[in-house]
């Protein structure tokens, strides 16, 4: 069964950083695309970042690019968000997703997020002061 559970949200204020985890168990990691998806609150589903298997290659939304990291640990089966200079508009849900197939090749960047069963719970991150 395949299980994707974030951690590591909470409160922070303007300016601080988080670091989220997405632990992973029942498929083969490291051979997943993985993604961050955030919805903050009465907003859509919006895409923050995405990673290729051997996390040689990373893309970002405009609005977290030179802000937020994504990584990957394929040993440990967990995908990471360091998220630096958080603003308020930072506030929402986040999820870890993987690709729906092996062969997707990070394919579900271009389309609009849609939950399925490879995305996990989420956590909540709230930037306020």
């Known amino acids: 069964q395949v299980q994707l559970v974030e951690s590591g949200g909470g409160l922070v204020q303007p300016g601080g950083s988080l670091r989220l985890s997405c632990a992973t168990s029942?498929?083969?990691?490291?051979?997943?695309?993985m993604y961050w998806v955030r919805q903050a609150p009465g907003k859509g589903l919006e895409w923050v970042s995405v990673?290729?298997?051997?996390?040689?290659?990373?893309r970002y939304a405009d609005s977290v690019k030179g802000r937020f990291t994504i990584s990957r640990d394929n040993a440990k089966n967990t995908l990471f968000l360091q998220m630096n200079s958080l603003k308020s508009e930072d506030t929402a849900v986040y999820y870890c997703?993987?690709?729906?197939?092996?062969?997707?090749?990070?394919?579900?960047?271009?389309?609009?997020?849609?939950?399925?069963?490879?995305w996990g719970q989420g956590t909540q991150v709230t930037v306020s002061s």
């Open positions: 990673i290729n298997t051997g996390g040689g290659m990373t």
């Open positions: 997703a993987r690709d729906r197939n092996v062969f997707d090749y990070g394919r579900r960047w271009n389309s609009p997020p849609q939950r399925d069963d490879y």
């Open positions: 029942g498929f083969s990691f490291s051979g997943y695309w």
